[in-house]
Nanobody
Framework: QVQLAESGGGLVQPGGSLRLSCAAS????????MRWYRQAPGKERELVAH????????IYADSVKGRFTISRDNAKRTVYLQMNSLKPEDTAVYYC???????WGQGTLVTVSP
């Protein structure tokens, strides 16, 4: 069955970096665009970044442009989110999602705090 497993979240200080990973199985990974979303406490889930099946183009939310980078390794069936210059407002549960199929992972918590 389709599975998405996020990892890499944790507690980081403002200005720090984290790299999230999403390992995929159960579908033809290289055929699908992938997305990262996040949901902060009390807020709606929002799209953070999108990557096509071949790795470009990529699309980012205005709030993360220039700080976050989405990438993928089709051989490893994994999509990544490199997050730099983290801010407290980046605190959220981050989810990966298969664009057009609607499957979600369980999420990984990122907390940015002094």
């Amino acid at each position: 069955q389709v599975q998405l497993a996020e990892s890499g979240g944790g507690l980081v200080q403002p200005g720090g970096s984290l790299r999230l990973s999403c390992a995929a199985s159960g579908f033809s990974f290289r055929s699908y665009d992938m997305r990262w979303y996040r949901q902060a406490p009390g807020k709606e889930r929002e799209l953070v970044a999108h990557i096509t099946s071949v790795g470009n183009p990529t699309i980012y939310a205005d709030s993360v442009k220039g700080r976050f980078t989405i990438s993928r390794d089709n051989a490893k069936r994994t999509v990544y989110l490199q997050m730099n210059s983290l801010k407290p407002e980046d605190t959220a549960v981050y989810y990966c999602m298969i664009a057009s199929l609607g499957y979600w992972g369980q999420g990984t918590l990122v907390t940015v705090s002094p």
